[in-house]
T-cell receptor
Framework: AQSVTQLGSHVSVSEGALVLLRCNYS??????LFWYVQYPNQGLQLLLK??????LVKGINGFEAEFKKSETSFHLTKPSAHMSDAAEYFC????????????FGSGTRLSIRP | DAGITQSPRHKVTETGTPVTLRCHQT?????MYWYRQDPGHGLRLIHY???????DKGEVSDGYSVSRSKTEDFLLTLESATSSQTSVYFC?????????????FGPGTRLTVT
C-alpha cells in the first residue's frame, strides 16, 4: 500500500532563508509523487509532480523537489523564503490505480519570520 | 485555474438533517473526487467517480453517498448529518492520460453540524 509521511507539522524559517519540507513515501509500485500548496481559505494548488522522468523536479514559485529512491524521499526546497510562501504544504503519492487516486500526507504548515 | 465550483461555500446545519454538496466542473474531466480535510489528517478520500453513474468508495465513506448523473456534476450527500461530519469538503477532478495524473481542486465547502 502507498503512504506518505511528512516530518514536522510546522516549520518556521526567516525571510530569505532556505525552505526544506520533508516527505518520505512508501509505494509498492514506481511512485508518482506530488507537492500541493494550500493558502488560507483556498483549495489545493499543484506545486510540482514527479512522474519517473528527471529526479529533480522544478515547480512554480521557485520550489523544487528531488526524488531519491534509495532514501524513499521527495523533499521540497526553495533557496530563499518569501513572506508569500506562508501556507500549508502537502506531499502526496498516487496509489497506482487507473483512477488517479492520490494519498495525502498530513501536511506541514510553513511560517515565515520577517 | 481549472473550472471547478462548489456550492454552497459555507453551510451550518443541525444534527440529523440531510445535506447535499455540489461540485460542478467545466473541464469535461472523467474523474471526480470528494475529500474531507480535518486538522492533522490531511485530505481523506470519501468517494470518487470514474464516469457518469460510476462511483466507488474511498477511505472514509461511511455516512456519505454520491451521485453523478452528468459528466460535469458530482453530488455528495450526508443522509443524516452528525457532528463528526463537521469539516471542510473539497472536490477535485482529474483526467488520466495513460498514467496517474494530478488532481485539480475546487475552493471547498465549510460544513458545520450543530
Amino acid at each position: 500500500a502507498q503512504s506518505v509521511t511528512q516530518l514536522g507539522s510546522h516549520v518556521s524559517v526567516s525571510e530569505g532563508a532556505l525552505v526544506l519540507l520533508r516527505c518520505n513515501y512508501s509505494s509498492s509500485v514506481p511512485p508518482y509523487l506530488f507537492w500541493y500548496v494550500q493558502y488560507p481559505n483556498q483549495g489545493l494548488q499543484l506545486l510540482l509532480k514527479y512522474t519517473s522522468a528527471a529526479t529533480l523536479v522544478k515547480g512554480i514559485n521557485g520550489f523544487e523537489a528531488e526524488f531519491k529512491k534509495s532514501e524513499t524521499s521527495f523533499h521540497l526546497t526553495k533557496p530563499s523564503a518569501h513572506m508569500s510562501d506562508a501556507a500549508e504544504y502537502f506531499c502526496a503519492v498516487s496509489d497506482g490505480s487507473s483512477a488517479s487516486k492520490i494519498i495525502f500526507g498530513s501536511g506541514t504548515r510553513l511560517s515565515i519570520r520577517p | 485555474d481549472a473550472g471547478i465550483t462548489q456550492s454552497p461555500r459555507h453551510k451550518v446545519t443541525e444534527t440529523g438533517t440531510p445535506v447535499t454538496l455540489r461540485c460542478h466542473q467545466t473541464e469535461n474531466h472523467r474523474y471526480m473526487y470528494w475529500y474531507r480535510q480535518d486538522p492533522g489528517h490531511g485530505l481523506r478520500l470519501i468517494h470518487y467517480s470514474y464516469g457518469v453513474k460510476d462511483t466507488d468508495k474511498g477511505e472514509v465513506s461511511d455516512g456519505y453517498s454520491v451521485s453523478r448523473s452528468k459528466t460535469e456534476d458530482f453530488l455528495l450527500t450526508l443522509e443524516s448529518a452528525t457532528s463528526s461530519q463537521t469539516s471542510v469538503y473539497f472536490c477535485a477532478i482529474s483526467e488520466s492520460t495513460g498514467g496517474p495524473s494530478e488532481q485539480y481542486f475546487g475552493p471547498g465547502t465549510r460544513l458545520t453540524v450543530t
